[in-house]
């Protein structure tokens, strides 16, 4: 997964967490607008989140952030 990609879902997380507390879900949608503007990338983001780690929908933000770093 790309490095700006990254950057972004441990900062969303990091958003997430700070707001709502450790026990928040996030799907992998959280990390781009509502709109969709960048293809490729959302792709990359699905491909990683259901096909690389077969990730429910919804999973912890914490678990998210944890497997981001592991792969950095």
């Known amino acids: 997964m790309r490095t700006s990609l990254q950057n972004k879902i441990i900062e969303v997380c990091d958003k997430k967490v700070a707001q709502k507390g450790a026990n928040v879900?996030?799907?992998?949608y959280a990390f781009f607008a509502n709109?969709?503007?960048d293809p490729v990338l959302l792709m990359e983001a699905a491909t990683?989140?259901?096909i690389t780690h077969k990730?429910?929908?919804?999973?912890?933000a914490l678990k998210i952030k944890a497997l981001v770093i592991s792969e950095q």
């Open 35 to 37: 709109k969709n503007d």
């Open 55 to 60: 990730l429910d929908h919804f999973e912890k």
């Open 25 to 28: 879900g996030l799907s992998f």
């Open 48 to 50: 990683w989140w259901i």
